[in-house]
């Protein structure tokens, strides 16, 4: 009997985690749908310097600026999971509209 109701209550906690993570999917898909969505990602993504090295002289920028882009990587990853034709859209959309993936660091946003 306990076995049973362990098993089952299991099997209700992998349907959950399975359903938040399809819905957590869906949410970006649906944002992915959208121009704005698009827009508002790729400046995320530009601003965690997902394209850029973290690399510099002092260790607590750097430190900040990895944390940063850690971040960034996460939601790429997250977007290509997602929807891959999706993420890939709005690399095009990034492409044609000419925004640059930008070399420079951005300053640092004090704590």
């Known amino acids: 009997m306990i076995s049973e109701d362990s098993d089952q209550a299991l ?3 992998q349907n959950r985690q399975a359903l938040q ?4 999917r869906d ?7 959208e121009a704005r969505g698009r827009r508002v990602l790729t400046r995320v993504l530009e601003r965690a310097g997902v394209n850029r090295t973290s690399f510099n002289s002092d260790s607590s ?11 960034g990587l996460w939601l790429q990853a997250e977007l290509i999971d997602a929807s891959f ?10 492409a044609e509209r000419k925004w640059p993936i930008s070399l420079q660091h951005p300053q640092p946003i004090p704590p």
């Open 11 to 13: 099997v209700d906690a």
């Open 21 to 24: 993570r399809q819905t957590e």
């Open 27 to 33: 949410d970006l898909v649906w944002l992915m749908g």
């Open 61 to 71: 920028v750097m430190a900040f600026s990895e944390g940063r882009r850690d971040m």
């Open 85 to 94: 034709d999706g993420y890939l859209h709005t690399l095009t959309e990034c």
